[in-house]
């Protein structure tokens, strides 16, 4: 079975950081079935949007509007998601959600779908003051 469980939300001011946390069970990978994983998050009024994924060879994809901010990674021993985010704007205000697909990697055309993720967590709510 499956589960994602983020943490790590909260409110910071404009310029400061946090690192928000995905606990995995379920998807560890082998050698007949490997998973790649990522980070999507859905402001106010907003759709849904990719904001960092890894594959399951560590290749990583960003969003541009992050790209330089962002950096997402796998911790202990590959249970842990990780995003960790410096220089945050209000526009980073949003529901952050972890996210998890059976795939190796990942295309430059069809990672930033949030259809084509098959697991889902609940979502980390991350506010960014003025």
């Known amino acids: 079975q499956v589960q994602l469980v983020e943490s790590g939300g909260g409110s910071v001011h404009d310029g400061g950081s946090l690192t928000l946390s995905c606990a995995t069970s379920?998807?560890?990978?082998?050698?007949?079935?490997?998973?790649?994983m990522g980070w999507f998050r859905q402001g106010p009024g907003k759709e849904r949007e990719a904001v960092a994924t890894?594959?399951?060879?560590?290749?990583?994809k960003y969003a541009d509007s992050v790209n330089g901010r962002f950096s997402v990674s796998k911790d202990n021993a590959e249970n842990t998601l990780l995003l960790r985010m410096t220089q945050l704007k209000p526009d980073d205000t949003a529901m952050y959600y972890c996210?998890?697909?059976?795939?190796?990697?990942?295309?430059?055309?069809?990672?930033?779908?949030?259809?084509?993720?098959?697991?889902w967590g609940q979502g980390t709510q991350v506010t960014v003051s003025s």
């Open positions: 890894i594959d399951s060879y560590g290749g990583t």
């Open positions: 996210a998890a697909v059976q795939a190796a990697w990942l295309s430059a055309d069809h990672w930033t779908d949030h259809r084509r993720w098959h697991y």
């Open positions: 379920g998807i560890r990978g082998t050698k007949d079935r490997l998973y790649s």
